[in-house]
């Protein structure tokens, strides 16, 4: 938002000046394009044959493979976390000093703990206990990674939940003791739900991150997207080496794919859930339905944002009317104010991004 | 508890060579997203798009994805003969700048409105608005996610240890290998990441504490 405010409407010097910039970075970014394409094509890696791999139904089948069993132990290691830092959480806020202190400590151990110090530790000891273990025993990488995860991403979780839960205001609780309801009662029926509402962005860019960090299986050789195309690149030669560039580039791209899905579904439940709470608050006041967002955006990239530009928004449509029917006169003033306009367009649709969907810096890994 | 007394060089060593590489991976981190969150916020669209889609680039792609890059395909296509340990520099620094970035961003954003138009009724160009008005101001807010990301990056400096970089993992690997019991090793370790990351923490809070102001 304030990105716009850090310059003023570019006047014809600033316009042209800009202009300048823009070409000159253009062919900065193009250059950096073009070099690393010619560098790929130099090193024989755009060569037909190399990205000719992945018409080969095998080669298909290794990458599904992998990454029905990445989303496999993303989903167990997904479900299993949230279960855990409900669990965490709900004790972390307990009145019993034991299970409080317990629940601190656990959560204050393992998020301290790098994850893939934790998927080694349990990896080895699967391992080493592999016959008392049964099921776990025989599959132990992807035990490994499945509690490894869980138990991190819990502990976040149980942060996440807590934040929350301490987020509900003190007088629903107050509430809910005067209706007489008991403390798992208020707790059940009146905080958890509120606090998973509101955090409920966070929660799944948590879940970003567990999808990440599926990816440390290619450590511990659990047959992971990663290590699956891995060991697959090793087995191919293509003109005499193994095609680890384009492998590693379709891997990549697969994951930024499902995380930025992922993400964006956050983004999206927070506009959703921003837009119905500023529903309820309209429907309070009584005010018409445009009000919110003029207060959305006193800062207007367009126009630079002072006093009069949120006067101006706020009786818009009586404004924008006197200027219309305004004598000729007042179109040349309004065709100059449309050029600025223009020139400033294209930086108000790059500023104009989504919002910062940055989960909560203490959440991230 | 032998191993730890018994094999203390080693752990000496992979305790250094977390702390060097988090440092230096730190500072790669920092001088890159300040200048990304500059180009995200600069008036010229390309830069703008750039700053953009490193950020999207680095903040969706695992980590590990990137050291495979830094492994097999940097030396490869750019510049051979890197160490190791300059690769997982490299691997580190991008990815956590991008985090870096955003963290400064949005502290830019929490600056008052008030202050960037002062700056710059009184004349100020972008660059001077940015570096003497908004960014140390910024720098108040940032500081607490910093905080985070550096202990995220602490953690995240595990990784290069199973790309045969000396560090605190490598050596959890190396003693594991040999045959030591998993949860002596696992304890010291967690121990040596938990004194690094309160080290952080807590030299953090003592920089809030130092800049902090009365408002």
């Known amino acids: 938002m304030s990105a716009s405010v850090l310059y003023d409407a570019p006047g014809p010097k600033a316009r042209l000046r800009n202009r300048i910039y823009t070409v000159i970075g253009s062919l900065a970014v193009l250059g950096l394009i073009v070099f690393a394409i010619f ?3 130099d090193k024989g890696q755009l060569e037909p044959e190399v990205w000719d791999i992945f018409n080969n139904a095998g080669v298909r089948n290794k990458i599904r493979d992998g990454l029905l069993s990445t989303l496999k132990v993303f989903a167990l290691a997904g479900v299993l976390s949230l279960a855990l830092g409900l669990l965490l959480s709900v004790g972390r806020l307990s009145d019993h000093r034991a299970i409080r202190w317990f629940a601190t400590g656990f ?31 025989e599959n132990a990488s992807f035990w490994a990674l499945v509690i490894g995860l869980t138990v991190y991403n819990g502990c976040v979780q149980a942060e996440v939940f807590r934040a929350g839960v301490n987020a509900v205001p003190r007088g629903q609780v107050e509430a809910g003791y005067a209706l007489g309801l008991r403390k798992s009662q208020v ?12 955090m409920l962005p966070t929660v799944i860019s948590q879940l970003v991150v567990t999808l990440k960090d599926t990816s440390l299986g290619y450590i511990i050789t659990y047959d992971e997207l990663l290590f699956a195309a891995r060991t697959m690149a090793n087995n191919i030669i293509v003109n005499g080496e193994n095609p680890i560039t384009p492998v590693v580039i379709v891997v990549g791209a697969i994951y930024i794919v499902m995380c930025l899905a992922l993400s964006s579904l956050a983004t999206w439940i927070e506009r959703r859930g921003s837009r119905a709470k500023t529903g309820i608050r309209v429907a309070a006041a009584a005010e018409p339905a445009e009000a919110p967002q003029v207060l959305d955006k006193p800062v207007s990239p367009v126009v630079p944002p002072t006093a009069d530009s949120v006067t101006v928004a706020e009786d818009a449509a009586s404004t924008e ?23 400033t367009a294209p930086t108000d649709g790059g500023a104009a991004e989504p919002p910062e969907d940055t989960p909560p810096p203490d959440l991230k890994k | 508890m032998n191993v730890l007394l018994d094999h203390l060089p080693e752990f000496r060593e992979g305790f250094i060579g977390t702390i060097l590489l988090t440092l230096a991976s730190g500072a790669l981190a920092m001088v890159l997203g300040i200048v990304i969150a500059g180009f995200r916020v600069s008036p010229v669209p390309p830069l703008r798009f750039f700053g953009a889609a490193w950020v999207t ?33 490299l691997a580190l620094g991008f990815y956590t700048s991008a985090f870096v970035c955003e963290a400064i961003r949005s502290g830019i954003n929490t600056v008052p409105l008030g202050q960037a138009e002062a700056a710059r009724s009184i004349g100020m160009t972008f660059f001077q608005t ?33 790309f045969s970089v000396t560090e605190l993992f490598g050596v959890q690997k190396l003693l594991s290998d040999k045959g030591f019991d998993i949860a002596w090793i696992f304890l010291w370790v967690a121990i040596g990441y938990l004194i690094i990351t309160f080290t952080i923490s807590g030299l953090f809070r003592l920089l809030e504490r130092r800049l902090g102001v009365a408002r």
């Open chain 1, 39 to 41: 560098r790929l094509h």
């Open chain 2, 57 to 89: 680039l680095f903040r969706n792609t695992p980590l590990t994805v990137l050291f495979l890059v830094a492994w097999f395909v940097v030396p490869v296509i750019f510049m051979p003969g890197l160490s190791p340990w300059t690769k997982a520099l």
């Open chain 1, 107 to 137: 959560i204050e151990l393992f998020r301290a703990v790098p994850l893939l110090i934790t998927i080694y530790a349990l990896w080895v000891l699967i391992l080493t206990y592999q016959k008392d273990l049964g099921v776990i025993g």
């Open chain 2, 130 to 162: 940015l570096r003497l008005i908004v960014l140390p101001q910024a720098t108040r807010t940032v500081i607490p996610p910093l905080s985070s990301i550096f202990i995220a990056l602490t953690k995240n400096s595990a990784i290069a240890g199973a």
């Open chain 1, 187 to 198: 707790m059940i029926t009146l905080q958890m739900p509120q606090a998973i509402r509101a």
């Open chain 1, 321 to 343: 009317r006197a200027v219309s029917t305004g004598d000729a006169s007042s179109t040349e003033g309004a065709t100059s104010t449309d050029g600025t306009a223009d020139g």
